[in-house]
């Protein structure tokens, strides 16, 4: 089964709009971490930002902000006044506390159109 | 800090050939990966080490092969080397299970 689902393959927008990324994830484990990673045309994975399970508080950094709720297993990525500079492949990805590996989702391309 | 540095860059072999993609951080981390990125696909795990001496398979081993004789270094063996394995390789690091993986920038290998 897979633990981490980004449904949304692809995604365009124009610039100056609010785009969401989805992102679901699966685990039986209570302490996890939850991570976002920017891929961009140039090929490099950027981590983005990092959540443990205890913590469901909003994030905000700039135009980029993150919805994390247990209640739906989701950990949702909003990038507000979206910009050219966005457009990239950006993966979800979980950690367990009781595991050694990464999970990845399959990733959502973004394009910002301007 | 140099981080997660990957060598080569770029890579052709001809089939049936053998490699070596070699991959050093220093970070002191224990926890090494290695991901193989299809074109327009996400990252599948190759193998992984959580310390020197310890490798364990991922999702797609077969065709490969590691060592982590050392906490700095984690190469990637291809044996007899197949268009399949035409991909980009990511060699990751982390000091934990609570950590972000940090990427070295990847080998983009073209087997014809």
């Known amino acids: 089964a897979q633990k981490v689902t980004q449904a949304q393959t692809e995604i365009s927008v124009v610039e100056k709009e609010d785009v969401t990324l989805d992102c679901v994830y699966e685990?039986?484990?209570?302490?996890?971490?939850l991570f976002w990673y920017k891929q961009p045309p140039s090929g490099e994975l950027v981590f983005l930002i990092r959540r443990n399970s205890f913590d469901e508080q909003n994030e905000i950094s700039g135009r980029y902000s993150w919805n994390f709720q247990k209640s739906t297993s989701s950990f949702n990525f909003t990038i507000t006044a979206s910009q050219v500079v966005d457009s990239a492949v950006y993966f979800c990805?979980?950690?367990?506390?009781?595991?050694?590996?990464?999970?990845f989702g399959t990733g959502t391309s973004l394009t910002v159109i301007p | 800090n140099a981080g997660v540095t990957q060598t080569p860059k770029f890579r052709i072999l001809k089939i049936g050939q053998s490699m070596t993609l070699q991959c050093t951080q220093d970070?002191?981390?224990?926890?090494m990966y290695w991901y193989r990125q299809d074109p327009g696909m996400g990252l599948k795990l190759i193998y992984y080490s959580v310390g020197a001496g310890i490798t364990d398979k991922g999702e797609v081993p077969n065709g490969y092969n590691v060592s982590r004789s050392t906490t700095e270094d984690f190469p990637l063996r291809l044996e007899l080397a197949a268009p399949s394995q035409t991909s980009v390789y990511f060699c990751a690091s982390r000091a934990n299970s609570n950590q972000p993986q940090h990427f070295g920038d990847g080998t983009r290998l073209s087997i014809l």
């Open positions: 970070m002191n981390h224990n926890y």
């Open positions: 685990t039986r484990d209570t302490t996890y971490y």
């Open positions: 990805a979980l950690s367990e506390r009781s595991g050694n590996q990464f999970y």
